[in-house]
Each structure stands twice: as C-alpha cells, then as structure tokens.
C-alpha cells in the first residue's frame, strides 16, 4: 500500500526533476487536479515536470524505494480519470509535458522516434514536415499527448484504414515502477523475440509504469483526398454504404463517421461557425473520406460513382462532395464539433462502446428503448466511428427536466446499456479506456481468468502498487 510521502522524500523529488521542474502551489497544481469531465477533483503534494528520462526514472526510484504512489498526466483530454490523483493528497502527479522532443525521424523507414510529451499535433506536424503521416487523429489532438494515447490505446477518426494507437507502435521505452528503464526503441516491422512486452504498457493507463518514448509507424501522405457529407434514412443504410465503398475503394475507405440529425442540428445551433452543407433534413448522417497517396487518383469520381448508384438504390438521400479544402474542413468541424455541442446543451452520460459493425444498427434500436426505458429525462445522441463499430452511445438531458433525477439515472441505464453491449459480443469501452470511471464495471465483467491474469501482472511489475493506484484495476 503506497503511503504519504514525507517532507524530506518530496525535497528528494523536486531534487530529481530538477530546478523549476515542479510546482508546489495551489495555483499551478490547480489544472492537474481534475479530469477534463470534471467528474474528479484529488489533491496532490507536488506536480513533477521532467525533461529526461533519467530524471522520470530517478523520480520512480525515489517513489518506489518510500512507496509514494504517481500519477503520470498527459494532455489530461481523458474521459475517464485516468489522470487526476485521488482526493487523499499522497498521490505524485508526474506530468510528461516537457519530455516533448522527437528523437529521430527516419523517413525511408516510415518510422519516428518521439517523446511522450509530445502533443498528438506535434507528431502529426513532424511527420508532415518529412513528408510523411502519422495517421492517429482526434478531435483533441492538438492538446492530447502521445503518452496519453499510447496509454488510453486512443482511437479517433481514421482507425478504419490505420488501426489504434498500438497498430501505430514499432517500439518503446518505459521507466518501470522500480525506476529501471526499459530500452525497447526498435523500429523494425518484423522483430519475433519472445513476449511482446512493449504492448503491455500500451491501454495501461499508467498502471504499469511510464512511457516515456516511442518509435511510432508512418505512412505516405495523402495527395487525393474526396471527403463526402452525406444523409441517410437510417443506420442500415449507412452501414450499406459502408460495405460498398470498401468494395470499391478498399483501403483508401479513411473515414467513415454516423451522425444521427439531432446531433448534427445541436452543433449547428451550440458551436460557431459551423453549418449544415446539405439541404434536406435526412434522420442519419455520414461524414466519409477517401483518401490515396497518388496525386492521379480520382476519387471524387469513385466516390460520386458510388453516391449515385446508392442513391437510385435508395440508400442514399442526400449527398455533397466537398469541392474544396475550406468545405472539406467545415465537414469535418461538424462532426469534431458534435462532443462540444453535447457539452453546451446540458449534462450527459456518456457511453463509449464497441460492437462487431454488423450489430451498430441493432445496439442503435435497442439502446434507443433503453434509455426511454431507464431515463425518460434523456434522449440519445449516438454518434461515432462506424467504420469500426464504435459508438459514442450518449444520452444527453432533455431541455427542461431536473438535472438531478437525470443523472441519477446514470447507473442502471449504464448497466442496461453495457448488458446490450455484451449480449451483442462488443466492448464497453472502445477507445476512451477504463480510468477510474469504468474500474468497478470492468472488474465486474472481464473474464475472470484475463482479469486474475492482469492483477499478477500488476503485481510482478509494480509490487508496491505505487503506479496510478485504483486505475484499470479497481
Ligand atoms: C469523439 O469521437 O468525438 C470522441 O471520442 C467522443 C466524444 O468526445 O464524446
Ligand atoms: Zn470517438
């Protein structure tokens, strides 16, 4: 069990971060001390801001020999808690910020060497800058670090054609509990000796130890692009759609994002700037991109063939290919914009969860009963990653019922929703990870010998139970 630490162990800790790489303030500590929800409000002694690895691994050193627990905090975009301490006022927040620089870009590899620190913007923008993609995208990512979304395993809008953050991964390095540094920055596509270990610490959420770098995969930037807004009757159309783009187009299908009307409507209304390009008012949206590296490639013409012949099929109402860059970016900042809006229109709650895409439609219908069975207050507001069969599964307040009685609906519509989920073989939790939020369900759910087997693996690489104490595992 960690325990406080002591005058003289937090003077050792700022000793080994080093001049002006802590604070101990309530002003400056005040941002690591809630979650970006603000569903968490903790208490820390002291922030940590190193700038080397030698210092992370001195700091866990120090924490692991007097048993002090630590906090590693990213971009602190999470949804979950991962990265607030808890209200005892024990818990080291160890902040990666400063550890922010690319190591080495070796562009006929398809590869780049980066700290953690780093913003996921800052990674995309390295890549660019040597003609190259690094293709994880989020709505947060110009805030988001890549330590957090190495550890949150992030997801985002183009998993359908490059995979989440550990498909992206070619190697790591991580300072382990007891502050020993594992050197494991290769960045070979093919490497078969032994365990891989590296893919433990990745969707760990800092309860293992901490990454401090990563040798991350890169791919040829696009030089066609066609990005299509498009309306639909219902979420079986769209996943009709879906299934004749990949036919056609195969692996340049990018993106492929549902948005149901009301969401499209409260982002028009709540968030500046942004409108609705197509004229008729259809039940269902898709915002979808193709994307292909030869300049040659015409894909507006794949893309309106397709259109066309799903529209005299009848799966497709209404339809707009963006002719431009600035209406391919007002496209995309509808449905970047959607989470924003959800937050301007009232309280929600928030289910992130994944099914086999053959099922999105069913867990669509079905949760839909749900919540005017388990929340009458709530209407729901699901929209997501379709390509992969992730759906943020959001019921946000109906505009006039009690706040309250609405989000002490919370638990049994969470339960009902995640039975659903399960019934149809999917996940409850896709891409946002488990934090604290999601620690007690998960316990309650995982396979109990998968789950025996992550709490020994808990023990063997952090005995002293000093990292992210109550994350994951609950
Ligand atoms: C998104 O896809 O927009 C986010 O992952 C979900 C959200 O912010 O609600
Ligand atoms: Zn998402």
């Not at 590869?111 to 996921?120: F, P, Q, R, V």
């Not at 939020?437 to 087997?453: T, Y």
């Amino acid at each position: 069990m960690p325990r406080p630490p002591s005058s003289a162990t937090l003077n050792e800790l700022k000793a080994a971060a080093g001049t002006g790489s802590w604070f101990d303030t309530p002003e400056d500590m005040a941002p690591y001390l809630v979650d970006f929800r603000r569903l968490y409000r903790g208490a820390t002694p002291l922030v940590l801001l190193p700038r080397t690895v030698d210092e992370v691994s001195r700091i866990l050193a120090i924490c692991h020999r007097e048993e002090v627990a630590v906090v590693p905090c990213g971009g602190n975009t999470g949804y979950c808690g991962a990265a607030t301490p808890d209200g005892s006022g024990t818990q080291i927040v160890l902040s990666m910020r400063r550890l922010n620089r690319v190591r080495l870009l070796d562009a006929p590899n398809y590869s780049m060497m980066i700290e953690t620190g780093s913003t996921l913007a800052e990674a995309q923008a390295a890549a660019r800058a040597a003609d190259r993609l690094f293709p994880l995208s989020l709505g947060s990512e110009g805030t988001a670090q890549i330590g957090g979304n190495l550890s949150t395993n992030a997801g985002g809008t183009a998993v359908l054609r490059y995979g989440m953050m550990r498909d992206l991964v070619l190697g790591l390095e991580v300072v382990l509990a007891d502050g020993r540094v594992m050197s494991g920055l290769k960045s070979l596509r093919k490497d078969n000796t032994g365990y891989d270990v590296k893919s433990l610490f990745i969707g760990a959420e800092g309860t293992l130890g901490v990454i401090t770098a990563a040798s991350l995969k890169l791919f040829p930037l696009p030089a066609a692009t066609a990005t299509a807004l498009v309306g639909l009757d219902s979420p079986h159309a769209a996943l009709g759609l879906l299934g004749r783009l990949r036919t056609a187009a195969g692996e340049q299908v990018s993106t492929f994002e549902l948005m149901p009307r009301n969401a499209v409507e409260l982002t028009v209304k709540h968030v500046a700037g942004v409108a609705n390009p197509l004229s008729q008012g259809t039940g269902w949206y898709v915002l979808l991109e193709l994307t292909s590296p030869n300049p040659k490639q015409d894909l507006a013409t794949v893309l309106t063939d397709e259109l066309q012949r799903a529209a005299a099929d009848g799966m497709v109402r209404d339809a707009m290919i963006a002719a431009s860059i600035a209406q391919s970016q007002a496209m995309w900042k509808l449905r970047e914009s959607v989470p924003e809006a959800q937050r301007h229109h009232g309280a929600s709650l928030k289910h992130d969860v994944s099914v086999p895409v053959s099922s999105v439609p069913r867990l669509i219908e079905e949760g839909a009963a749900l919540v005017r069975r388990f929340a009458p207050e709530g209407e729901v507001l699901s929209y997501g990653h379709l390509g992969d069969g992730n759906l943020h599964f959001n019921v946000s307040q109906r505009p006039g019922s009690d706040t309250q009685v609405f989000l002490s609906r919370g638990k049994p519509l969470e339960k009902a929703i995640f039975d659903l989920v399960e019934d149809l073989g999917g996940s409850i939790s896709a891409e946002h990870g488990i934090g604290r939020l999601k620690a007690e369900e998960f316990a309650s759910r995982a396979d109990p010998v998968e789950l025996a087997l992550m709490r020994d693996l808990k023990r063997a690489l952090d005995p002293k139970g000093i990292m992210n104490p109550g994350k994951v595992l609950s």
